[in-house]
């Protein structure tokens, strides 16, 4: 079964600090996406990557940054976390063409 | 964008009847998904329906797929309470992005 981990169910940061979120796949899969989740708006596409070191923009990259250094592995920076990224960020994986495969999600509170 | 629109926003129903949640779409797609999340949890997959087929079944669900209309259903028969959840449908383009609608919040009291 597939497996999609996210580091921390949830995180409390300070305005200004910089936040990593970690996000592994056990599966061999290319393509890795980073959604947030906010009341009342579903989820909106942050990034995505479809291969190593290879990113695309979502919907809503303002704020944000990734890194796909290995194939398991896909990072969300917010370079200077503000209150407005309060939310909960949804990580997921998939082959191409195929169904996502989610982790359980990072609630995230900036103060 | 292609975001789909589910409909209702939230439906309420006894334990045992059937619920019927809408999506529409605004562009061709080459597939529209399903999902289910559970409350604080991650999304989890139901139902695939290609652009070429119209109908799909999968235990009590059965989804249905109008390409001339933009619109897809997702039907939930004899729901039970461990039903409760929200729904998600999710259109893909041509592009490798899913993009997803706001949801149907479901509640299947006993």
């Known amino acids: 079964d597939v497996k999609v981990t996210q580091s921390s169910r949830y995180l409390v940061k300070r305005t200004g600090e910089k936040v990593f979120l970690e996000c592994v796949q056990d599966?061999?899969?290319?393509?890795m996406f980073w959604y947030r989740q906010d009341p009342g708006l579903g989820l909106r596409l942050i990034y995505f990557s479809y291969d190593v070191k290879m990113k695309e923009k979502g919907d809503i990259p303002e704020g944000y940054s990734v890194s796909r250094e290995k194939k398991e592995r896909f990072s969300l920076i917010l370079e200077s976390a503000s209150t407005n990224q309060t939310s909960m960020y949804l990580c997921?994986?998939?082959?191409?063409?195929?169904?996502?495969?989610f982790g359980n999600g990072t609630r995230l509170t900036v103060t | 964008s292609q975001q789909g629109e589910e409909d209702p926003q939230a439906l309420s129903i006894q334990e045992g009847e059937n619920a019927t949640m809408n999506c529409s779409y605004k562009t061709s797609i080459n597939n529209l998904q399903w999902y289910r999340q559970n409350s604080g949890r991650g999304l989890v997959h139901l139902i695939l329906?290609?652009?070429?087929?119209r109908e799909k079944h999968s235990g009590r669900l059965r989804v249905t797929l109008d390409t001339s209309k933009k619109s897809s259903s997702l039907l939930i028969t004899a729901s039970r309470a461990a039903d409760t959840a929200s729904y998600f449908c999710a259109t893909e383009g041509g592009s490798e992005k899913l993009v997803f609608g706001k949801g149907t919040k479901l509640t299947v009291n006993p």
């Open positions: 599966m061999d899969h290319e393509n």
């Open positions: 329906i290609r652009s070429n087929e």
């Open positions: 997921a994986s998939r082959l191409y063409n195929s169904p996502l495969h």
